[in-house]
């Protein structure tokens, strides 16, 4: 038997974030009453004419940029033609011969640490198409159109992709890639992120593709995975028994784990493109794509690298700083702020999450700003307080709007590192505690941190740590 | 020429029901308009750039910004069934 190698291709819909449609002035808004944001343009009513929205087109030259891509100075828009019940107008306006993005690429990082680059081939606007309800109305499909005419932009590689779990990388990091740059919500469960897949096998030693079949239907990054893997081995069991595949579209069925064929899509080779003659050229000047290229912010994966290089941080912490705009802002704002950016990253992916985390807010809401944590952490910097008051000070800057040195006065929380008063704390306890004396002079050195513990609750919490340290290294040494 | 069966499955996919009789007579009919198709392409058009509008414009551009408001009721006296704010249909099933 030969071995199997899986190709792998993607095509992943990304909703952009705009307010209204692609062609009409309807809100895209999620979770509307069926059918209140769907206007003559999205039901296709004779007469009507599409206009496109700037912002759609801005959002997608912003992510040509981002992927290193070209952004075609013309670009044209054709109807694929096809019937089904929650597409009004009988066909779906997409761009097939001329996209807008053409050739780009997306770096993944395998967790072997080795760098992969995925060609992107192109990736086009389209409108989406409305939802079909099946189980509310015996006999029949009720249509809601909302959704039909929300901007889609479809971005699809290459066959480059040779595992489920490489899949789902490239999903994830797509997925990262597209809510940085403010385009897309990333919001699966509400389907602003959708993919298909390309899934063929063939011999590892033969260069020829196999015939392949598309998934659609995966919404989650756990159902890519399972379904990949699902009809990898599908194909291979029917190669091994001498059967062959089929080119077809099957969907996945997430409750039964497998794929089946959908016979509604037989003639999905035949959409018959032909250019929409309702819509001109989208053209696009070269000072247009100058603007959206000095807008662009710095990516996630040069920022990640930036932060391993400029601060030393470790590739987990620079990524959980890099993968959200916001958060890296806050975090590089901290650290200007502060002068440590090491001390910043800690604070950050330490109290800051912990705090979000357990008050389930989105990072937009985070209740301490960058200028005020950057107050608290010069404090510990100068040693008023020590890195455990500093929590308790930070707890309260959460809760209030005081800044650190005011809730430092306010409740005495001032690091005591006049060492003549730590030294009598010291020599209280020692003097108190001939046992443990006894006990750590013959050998038990974890009696140490009793001498210490015991310090630091007379002082309340309140004396430097490094001063008690040192004083009862001397004192209990003599 | 085209054959019978292409013209078949142009009507399926058109969703047209036609009658076997009408095949032959609906093939030739649609060979005489790619005869004309065939005849346009005779014309040298090597360096023309294609034309997407007579018109040609400056194609526009819409602010991103909600117009429409809800008129779901409307269309929904123009519409053949509605139930619950959905169009209805005849059941599809995938």
């Given at each position: 038997m030969p071995r199997w190698q899986p190709v792998i291709g993607l095509e992943i819909h990304v909703q952009l974030s705009t307010e209204s449609k692609i062609f009409s002035g309807a809100s895209t808004a999620f979770g509307a009453e069926p059918n209140s944001q769907a206007c003559a343009v999205d039901l296709g009513l004779p007469g009507v004419l599409p206009v496109l929205n700037e912002r759609a087109v801005a959002l997608a030259i912003r992510f040509g940029l981002a992927i290193g891509a070209s952004i075609a100075e013309r670009s044209v828009f054709a109807r694929k033609n096809y019937f089904y019940p929650d597409l009004p107008k009988g066909y779906q306006i997409s761009q097939y011969a001329e996209p807008i993005v053409n050739h780009g690429r997306l770096c993944l990082t395998l967790p072997s640490g080795e760098e992969k680059e995925i060609r992107i081939l192109r990736a086009h606007l389209e409108e989406d198409a409305g939802k079909s309800v099946h189980d509310l109305f015996p006999g029949q499909s009720g249509i809601d159109l909302n959704r039909a005419g929300t901007p889609l932009l479809e971005v699809v590689t290459e066959p480059d992709l040779s595992s489920a779990a490489e899949a789902v990388q490239y999903m994830r990091t797509l997925h990262t890639l597209v809510r940085f740059i403010g385009i897309c919500d990333g919001n699966m469960q509400e389907g602003s992120f959708r993919c298909d897949a390309n899934v063929s096998v063939k011999p590892a030693d033969s260069p020829t593709l196999g015939t392949r079949a598309e998934i659609k239907n995966l919404n989650s990054f756990r159902f890519v995975e399972r379904a990949i893997n699902h009809e990898i081995e599908r194909q291979i069991e029917l190669l091994e028994s001498g059967g062959k595949v089929v080119q077809e579209t099957r969907l996945y069925d997430p409750d039964r784990d497998e794929t089946r064929s959908m016979?509604?899509?037989?003639?999905?080779?035949?959409?018959?493109?032909?250019?929409?003659?309702?819509l001109l050229p989208i053209v696009i000047s070269a000072d247009e794509i100058a603007a959206a290229r000095a807008a662009l912010p710095e990516l996630p994966q040069q920022r990640e690298a930036r932060y391993l290089r400029e601060?030393?941080?470790?590739r987990e912490e620079a990524e959980a700083l890099s993968s959200e705009l916001p958060v890296a802002e806050y975090f590089e704002a901290l650290a200007a702020q502060c002068g440590d950016a090491r001390q910043a990253a800690n604070w950050v992916s330490g109290e800051v999450f912990a705090a979000l985390n357990r008050d389930a807010l989105p990072f937009s809401e985070i209740r301490v700003s960058s200028g005020r944590l950057a107050g608290l952490l010069t404090r510990i910097q100068d040693q008023t307080v020590s890195n455990s008051m500093a929590k308790q000070v930070f707890e309260a800057m959460w809760q209030g709007p005081e800044d650190a040195d005011a809730i430092i006065e306010a409740r005495g929380l001032r690091q005591v590192t006049d060492s003549g008063e730590i030294e009598a704390l010291v020599d209280a306890v020692i003097s108190e505690n001939p046992d443990q004396v006894a006990q750590f002079r013959a050998g038990k050195d974890k009696v140490f941190g009793f001498f210490v513990g015991q310090v630091m609750k007379r002082s309340k919490g309140k004396a430097n740590p490094q001063t008690v340290n040192d004083l009862v290294v001397s004192k209990l040494k003599t | 020429m085209l054959e019978e069966a292409q013209v078949q499955t142009l009507a399926r996919l058109a969703r047209i029901a036609v009658e076997p009789a009408e095949l032959p007579v609906l093939a030739a009919q649609l060979s005489r308009i790619l005869t004309l198709v065939e005849a346009m392409e005779?014309?040298?058009?090597?360096g023309v750039e294609p034309l997407a509008h007579p018109l040609e414009p400056v194609p526009r551009r819409r602010p991103d910004t909600v117009t429409e408001i809800d008129q779901r009721e409307q269309f929904a006296a123009i519409a053949p069934a509605m139930a619950e704010g959905h169009y209805l249909v005849p059941r599809v099933i995938e």
């Open positions: 016979r509604s899509k037989e003639d999905a080779h035949d959409y018959r493109y032909f250019p929409d003659p309702d601060f030393g941080l470790n | 005779a014309v040298d058009t090597s």
